[in-house]
Each structure stands twice: as structure tokens, then as C-alpha cells.
């Protein structure tokens, strides 16, 4: 009878995350250019799956256990890019695993949207919001004020996936206000 050796039954070891909760907002022109659209589902089905496991199925940024997160008992992934202004780029870096209040924390102008449009409780939002500020504190860290500072033009930026470059798919504002939804000024 064949035993597993002592490095195949021991847990990787994580280390919890929660500067996660300070990446930017995705800027408008990249909206709807993500590598899970781009990769396909096997391949966003496949990375998030290994980033679940990469924390025992954890969130990375406040601990917590799939099990016992608010609301909904799973993860999900969330694709973390370094994002160049002035340039117009935002390079993929890696996708993390987040339970869905430390998730709807970092979309937080998603999160305004739908609760202006009532698709959430004003308490819902209360609690997303109150949650990732706690997670915050106790890491001693604090939410970045927006970029402020020279911009790429709309139509300069792309998404950086493996060395390869995607254009916006919205080609204007206009257009990205259409899609969205959003007032016409």
C-alpha cells in the first residue's frame, strides 16, 4: 500500500489580503473588457476555481470561510490589473477569491447604481459598505481618494492579457452611456 508523502496532505499556506479592497474602479473605456469575456468560460471556470483553492475557499481580503460569509455562502473571483493613467493601460495581474460583501465593496459604483435603481436595500448597501470599512481598520489601511491626474484618451487605452492588447468595445462616451443606461447630458 502506497502513502501519500507529508508534502502532498499538508494545506498550502495563504496569507490574507486585504489591500485587495483598495484596487481603482475599472475605468469606463475598459468596461465590459475583462479576460473572462475575452478567455472564454473554460478559462474563467478553471481560474477561479484554482483561486478558491489558493485559500481553502476563503476571501482573501477579509478571511472569511465560503461557509460562513454574509448572504450568499460561495466565492468569487475578481481580476486584479495594475492600471497605467496616463498610458491607458490596465495589465491583468491575477484573479482572487472574495466573499460577495468584500466583492460588491470594490464595485462600489456598481453597487451606488443598482441601489439607485433599487435593485438593493439602502441597508444592503449600508452593510457592503460597512463591512469593507471594517475589514480596513483592522488591517489599518484606509480607501484611496480616485486617481486624480493626466488621462489617456477614450480611444488610447487597452487591456493588457498576456502581452496582448484589447481595445475598448465602447468606442465614446455615448456609446458607454447607452450601454449603461446613464443620463445623456
Known sequence: ??????????????????????CANTVKPMHGVVP?????????????????????????????????????????????YETDYRRGRMTYVETVPLCHYCHNFIHD????????????????????????RKVLRAAGLRKKPPYVGPIAEWKKWRL??????YPPIYKTMTEWRRAFDRNLD
Open 1 to 22: 500500500m502506497r502513502f501519500p508523502s507529508i508534502f502532498s496532505v499538508q494545506k498550502k499556506i495563504w496569507r490574507l489580503r486585504p489591500e485587495v479592497l483598495l
Open 36 to 80: 473572462r469575456i475575452i478567455l472564454g468560460k473554460d478559462w474563467w471556470d478553471d481560474t477561479r476555481a484554482a483561486a478558491y483553492r489558493s485559500t481553502d475557499f476563503h476571501c482573501i481580503a477579509c478571511g472569511v470561510s465560503k461557509w460562513e460569509a454574509a448572504e450568499h455562502k460561495w466565492l468569487e473571483g475578481h481580476e486584479l
Open 160 to 165: 493588457v492579457l498576456f502581452g496582448k492588447e
Open 109 to 132: 459604483g456598481r453597487l451606488k447604481a443598482i441601489r439607485d435603481k433599487k435593485e438593493i436595500t439602502q441597508n444592503k448597501y449600508n452593510a457592503v459598505m460597512a463591512h469593507g
